[in-house]
């Protein structure tokens, strides 16, 4: 055979030879080429979580969980509350729930206001009295069996009176059932109801011009703050939970008053003397609601 012919045939069998090594190495796992082992997309070690990072401009999503409305020891049951800025917790349009009972009185008590003749008056707890906020509003109570009384808030009713409790004149409560049966569940609302009195200030016991309390009386509305008139501009004085508005350092005293309503409303009033102990009327009244 000639040498040329020799050469080329084993040339074909080595060609043969390699490409058997390489189909039998890739079947078999056979190592894998370095520049394999270095790709990104290569996978992670036994033992090594593959951690997957979102792109930046992606922040992984987040959820809120829905937090289930729990019942809390406020006696509002349903509210459709009108708007009242200043309100605290007795809300125009919020119905309120709790019982009813009744106590010998005479309109006089921790609000402050003189002995009356109308037994339309109550005591309130101490929840919603709140600090002596609740004092002269008027509140509509009534019962399941349909009776109802407006009552104007006068007192303070101390535990152990619940949340949502009234305590009313024996008279009051005669409108909603009998005496005998101690109490009555009844639910209640703020009303704003006519009125034909005018608004009253009153300087308490000991004021001058150095130290006064002021307090405001027969206001159609729920009284939200009090504001004096001193050195060119108006300032607010705090309210004590005896229903006085104080100004410890005399300013204001005998000055012009502002009172705003739980609505908004301000009425100023003209200077008036202080007179320690005497009611002395205005000729302002805040709107019916």
Same mark, same amino acid.
Request: with cysteine.
């Given at each position: 055979?000639?040498?040329?012919?020799?050469?080329?045939? @084993?040339? %074909?069998?080595?060609?043969?030879?390699?490409? /058997?090594?390489?189909?039998?190495?890739?079947?078999?796992?056979?190592?894998?080429?370095?520049?394999?082992?270095?790709?990104?997309? %290569?996978?992670?070690?036994?033992?090594?979580?593959? /951690?997957?990072?979102?792109?930046?401009?992606?922040?992984?999503?987040?959820?809120?969980? *829905?937090?289930?409305?729990?019942?809390?020891? $406020?006696?509002?049951? $349903?509210?459709?509350?009108?708007?009242?800025?200043?309100?605290?917790?007795?809300?125009?349009?919020?119905?309120? $729930?709790?019982?009813?009972?009744?106590?010998? *009185?005479?309109?006089? !008590?921790?609000?402050?206001?003189?002995?009356?003749?109308?037994?339309?008056?109550?005591?309130? =707890?101490?929840?919603?009295?709140? !600090?002596?906020?609740?004092?002269?509003?008027?509140?509509?109570?009534? %019962?399941?069996?349909?009776? &109802?009384?407006?009552?104007?808030? *006068?007192?303070?009713?101390?535990?152990?009176?619940?949340?949502?409790?009234?305590?009313?004149?024996?008279?009051?409560?005669?409108?909603?059932?009998?005496? =005998?049966?101690?109490?009555?569940? /009844?639910?209640?609302?703020?009303?704003?109801?006519? &009125?034909?009195?005018? @608004?009253?200030?009153?300087?308490?016991?000991?004021?001058?011009?150095?130290?006064?309390? @002021?307090?405001?009386?027969?206001?159609?509305?729920?009284?939200?703050?009090?504001?004096?008139?001193?050195?060119?501009?108006?300032?607010?004085?705090?309210?004590?939970?005896?229903?006085?508005?104080?100004?410890? =350092?005399? %300013? !204001?005293?005998?000055?012009?008053?502002? /009172?705003?309503?739980?609505?908004?409303?301000?009425?100023?009033?003209?200077?008036?003397?202080?007179?320690?102990?005497? $009611?002395?009327?205005?000729?302002?009244?805040?709107?019916?609601?």
């Amino acid at each position: 055979m000639p040498r040329r012919t020799v050469l080329v045939a @084993i040339v %074909a069998l080595l060609v043969v030879a390699a490409t /058997v090594v390489v189909l039998v190495a890739t079947r078999t796992g056979g190592p894998v080429p370095a520049e394999a082992a270095n790709k990104s997309d %290569a996978a992670p070690a036994i033992g090594t979580a593959a /951690v997957t990072t979102p792109p930046e401009s992606t922040p992984p999503p987040t959820t809120t969980p *829905t937090t289930p409305t729990t019942a809390t020891s $406020s006696s509002v049951t $349903s509210s459709t509350s009108a708007a009242a800025p200043l309100a605290g917790r007795i809300e125009p349009g919020a119905t309120h $729930s709790g019982v009813a009972t009744f106590y010998d *009185t005479d309109g006089t !008590g921790a609000c402050g206001y003189d002995a009356t003749t109308d037994p339309l008056n109550a005591a309130m =707890n101490v929840a919603d009295y709140e !600090g002596s906020q609740a004092c002269g509003a008027f509140v509509l109570v009534r %019962a399941a069996n349909g009776a &109802s009384v407006t009552v104007r808030i *006068t007192n303070l009713c101390p535990a152990p009176c619940r949340v949502g409790q009234l305590d009313l004149n024996p008279k009051a409560f005669d409108r909603l059932g009998a005496r =005998n049966l101690g109490e009555i569940p /009844v639910t209640w609302k703020l009303v704003s109801p006519p &009125s034909a009195k005018k @608004i009253s200030l009153r300087y308490k016991d000991g004021s001058s011009q150095y130290w006064c309390g @002021i307090q405001v009386i027969d206001h159609r509305n729920p009284v939200a703050r009090l504001e004096v008139r001193a050195g060119g501009s108006w300032k607010r004085l705090q309210r004590t939970d005896y229903n006085y508005f104080l100004s410890e =350092n005399g %300013a !204001g005293c005998g000055g012009a008053v502002a /009172v705003t309503d739980i609505h908004g409303e301000r009425l100023v009033i003209d200077p008036l003397p202080v007179k320690p102990g005497v $009611s002395q009327p205005t000729n302002r009244q805040f709107a019916q609601h």
